[in-house]
């Protein structure tokens, strides 16, 4: 009943979308709307083949569109799993097993460390549970709670156990709360929206010219059939129908080389978009950090030293001058007081913690010293303890020494335990460890005191007072490796890197001064304090969920173009809204991984740069194309306009106008977008995001490359036409072959054998223009004749100039590189 009442214990989730929606949704693309109407043209002209042309590449490039997205939600699925299987629960008096999706309002939970909770419950009892929160706060140190505390579905008990009442499932917990935040898209990604504004411009800009062609024919008295099959057929011609599947090519191809590189793309459009971001926003628990606690610095009152290793496996030396029987009774006495466990990885080699994080580092931290736990534990077994429980803030041990003899160890915060009567320590040795606890903290460490008491015999209960001080150890869940070098890179790139956590301040500051986020001196966001934070910072700390969408929201609406990177299920919401959002797949949890466009299946935050580098290469591309397409078709417009005036009163047949494109802007434009990255596209400022597609002087390129094309056509049919030669068939051929110059010219690494698709696509379309004057059917179909050799090589000499053209401009026109924003915090 219950279960009919409230529904399946399942996070909202967003069916699949049907087959006929994912197509509907590639065919809403502007570039392909603009190719449905240009078919719908050709077929009105009873053009077949240049209309069969058209629509191969729209199935083209809807089926790679299609088969991506397919492909991504498979591996997505294959990545995800149930937050928590089954769940243990007390019904009818009695402990049973079943599935998570069944647990309902008024189950009693059984909770025993490992275990993930089901579902939102208030705890009814609880014997030294600790939780660890950080998939649903983003605070990195496990929780203690105690019964009446609440726990929140997906969290992890860690220590301990506990019973709990059920009070929340589904889309009512914690957990779907937050889901249900990600119901807005972040919309149009940036290319989308160009290639909106370029559509709009080609179709205004295409139709009006056209139709001056048309009207200019007739009023030469050419007949009204010829100049509307002539006027369709440029309007065909000056659409770059290539561009959809040279943006489709260029996407799938980072796409795979991001595959490789364990980056799954869930959405081809994100490839580009990373390329134009302006601000990467980043969870700091698993994104920027290894997600696992580690002893980093050790203090005694005769001594301090740091540690170095990651991971809770065993590597790792003391760096500083002491000795490392300096510090054997502080790490034995840690390791004794200890309740975690430490378990060898089925590979031989990784270590993971089960139970307390921070109890299994200090438990790393003494395997570093060469300190067996089994060992110590034979040598002083545990007689009885006192767990730790959030009012004391400290956990004591009784252990038997040889004689007799027994030995209290008592380990907490430093706040608990460096204070009378549990210490019994001179008053300026007391200072002095709260001092350097205090500068600890401060600089974002967790800080643990630890202290002991030997004694005569055996007391009935475990005594906390009158101990004597070994020191302090200092834990942290310390940066990646790859981390520091993944912000510098984006600082090179001119990306502003913005830290956003739910962690403690001192933590959050700590974790960004050591990556280069922040100066030591810089100021930082507590957004406890700040209600409605400022987008302009550069590190916020215990940020809420709400507060990290509100704030993606505030840095988009300021003009930035956000990445996000996260892993837990308080990340979902920003993840989803900001203009690409990155997934960690190996730590991650499902809400974050669903709502990602990016997700990273081995966590490295570097893949990220790489998809930069990639979304780069991918715009680089498209306009590299651009260049090439648009100044061929204003190019075959201006020949047909300008011709007249030269005495040639149809310079083109309308087959051959559409020949020529159908070689130029088939196989050698979609080869262009294969060209490799320039090697210093990482080392210049990202493109202004209301920057068009054609800004940044793109047009201006077309024009300069364009007036050179014309004259070389028409300068070899007015020769041609003043000699007596065939100056159509002559201007037919220069123009394909003058376009394809342009096309090898905009190489992104000339004389190399780098993308050896074009050299070939280029000698195939060139081929083919010299079949279309020698191949009898074709010649039928063209209306050309045979050129002389000698005809031909001069044409074919001219036509390097289309070469010459595209490398001179971008030698003496070089791209200006955008100034860099003011990427200071306000």
Not at 5 to 23: E, F, H, I, Q, S
Not at 103 to 108: F, L, S
Not at 454 to 471: K, M, Y
Request: net charge neutral; aromatic share 2%; charged share 20%.
């Amino acid at each position: 009943m219950r279960l009919d009442r409230d529904g399946p214990n399942l996070l909202p989730a967003k069916p699949p979308a049907p087959l006929w929606r994912r197509v509907a949704g590639q065919l809403r693309d502007p570039l392909i709307v603009v190719l449905l109407v240009a078919a719908a043209l050709t077929a009105i002209t009873g053009d077949w083949t240049d209309m069969a042309v058209i629509l191969l590449v729209i199935v083209v490039n809807t089926t790679v569109g299609v088969a991506q997205e397919v492909r991504a939600d498979r591996a997505i699925t294959a990545l995800s799993a149930l937050t928590a299987p089954v769940a243990r629960v007390v019904r009818d008096g009695a402990q049973q097993e079943v599935p998570a999706a069944e647990v309902v309002r008024g189950d009693v939970l059984v909770l025993a460390e490992g275990d993930i909770v089901p579902a939102d419950a208030r705890l009814e009892e609880a014997a030294a549970l600790l939780v660890d929160e950080s998939a649903l706060t983003g605070e990195s140190v496990p929780v203690d709670k105690s019964a009446g505390d609440e726990v929140a579905s997906g969290t992890v008990v860690v220590r301990g156990r506990g019973r709990a009442e059920v009070c929340a499932t589904g889309a009512a917990s914690a957990a779907g709360r937050i889901a249900g935040l990600m119901a807005t898209g972040s919309g149009l990604t940036p290319l989308q929206r160009r290639l909106v504004g370029v559509g709009r411009l080609l179709a205004g800009v295409t139709v009006f010219l056209c139709v001056v062609v048309g009207a200019l024919g007739l009023v030469r008295g050419q007949p009204v059939e010829l100049m509307v099959v002539t006027a369709i057929s440029l309007v065909v011609a000056a659409v770059p129908e290539s561009l959809p599947a040279v943006v489709t090519l260029s996407l799938a191809l980072g796409a795979r080389r991001m595959a490789a590189r364990h980056a799954l793309v869930r959405r081809l459009h994100a490839v580009e978009t990373l390329g134009s971001v302006t601000v990467l926003a980043t969870d700091k628990t698993g994104t920027l950090t290894e997600g696992q606690m580690v002893v980093r610095r050790l203090w005694t009152p005769a001594a301090r030293a740091a540690l170095t290793g990651t991971g809770y496996g065993p590597d790792g030396r003391l760096d500083g001058d002491a000795p490392a029987e300096a510090f054997t009774g502080l790490l034995t006495a840690a390791a004794l007081c200890n309740d975690a466990r430490l378990l060898r990885g089925d590979d031989g080699e990784e270590w993971r913690a089960l139970g307390d994080p921070t109890e299994a580092a200090l438990l790393a931290a003494a395997a570093k010293l060469g300190l067996d736990r089994h060992e110590l534990n034979e040598r002083c077994p545990r007689l009885a303890e006192r767990p730790f429980d959030s009012v004391r803030k400290r956990m004591s041990t009784l252990h038997r020494l040889p004689g007799g003899r027994s030995r209290v160890i008592c380990k907490g915060a430093p706040e608990a335990l460096l204070r009378a009567p549990v210490l019994a320590a001179d008053p300026a040795l007391v200072a002095g460890a709260t001092a350097e606890a205090e500068r600890l903290a401060h600089e974002g460490y967790r800080v643990l005191a630890v202290a002991v008491a030997d004694l005569d015999g055996v007391p009935e209960r475990v005594p906390e007072e009158g101990l004597r001080l070994l020191g302090l150890v200092a834990i942290l869940d310390p940066p990646r490796e790859a981390a520091s070098a993944a912000v510098a890179a984006c600082r090179r790139a001119g990306i502003r890197p913005v830290l956003i956590t739910g962690d403690h301040p001192g933590t959050a500051r700590a974790v960004a001064t050591e990556l280069g986020v922040i100066g030591p001196a810089d100021p930082i966001v507590d957004c406890r304090d700040a209600p409605g934070p400022p987008a302009g910072a550069t590190v916020y700390a215990r940020a809420t969920p709400e507060q990290k969408l509100v704030l993606v929201e505030g840095m988009r609406a300021g003009g930035e173009v956000v990445a996000m990177t996260g892993d837990g299920v308080n990340d979902g919401p920003a993840l989803r809204r900001a203009d690409i959002g990155v997934a960690m797949g190996g730590r991650g949890t499902e809400v974050a991984r669903q709502a990602a466009d990016l997700v990273l299946a081995d966590d490295d935050l570097d893949t990220v740069v790489a998809a930069v580098e990639e979304g780069r290469r991918v715009y680089a591309n498209i306009r590299r194309f651009l260049v090439y397409g648009l100044s061929g078709g204003a190019t075959e417009i201006a020949v047909m306009l300008l011709g007249p005036l030269f005495g040639l009163a149809l310079p083109l047949l309308p087959a051959q106008i559409l020949w020529v494109n159908l070689l130029t802007h088939g196989l050698p434009g979609v080869a262009l977008g294969g060209e490799p990255a320039d090697p210093a596209v990482m080392r210049r400022p990202p493109r202004p995001p209301d920057q068009s597609i054609l800004g940044a002087g793109l047009w201006q390129r077309v024009i300069r490359i364009a007036v050179v094309l014309t004259a070389v056509t028409l300068g070899v049919a007015v020769w041609a036409l003043h000699t007596g030669r065939p100056w159509q068939s002559m201007a037919f051929f220069a123009l394909g072959a003058v376009q394809l110059g342009v096309a090898l010219g905009s190489r992104a690494r000339p004389g190399s054998l780098a993308n050896p698709a074009l050299l070939l696509a280029v000698a195939g379309a060139l081929g083919l223009q010299l079949a279309g004057l020698y191949v009898p059917l074709l010649r039928d179909l063209l209306g050309t004749v045979p050129l002389t050799l000698p005809d031909l090589l001069v044409v074919a000499a001219l036509s390097v100039l289309g070469y010459a053209a595209a490398r001179l401009d971008r030698v003496l026109h070089r791209e200006p590189v955008p100034p860099p924003r003011d990427r200071r915090p306000s």
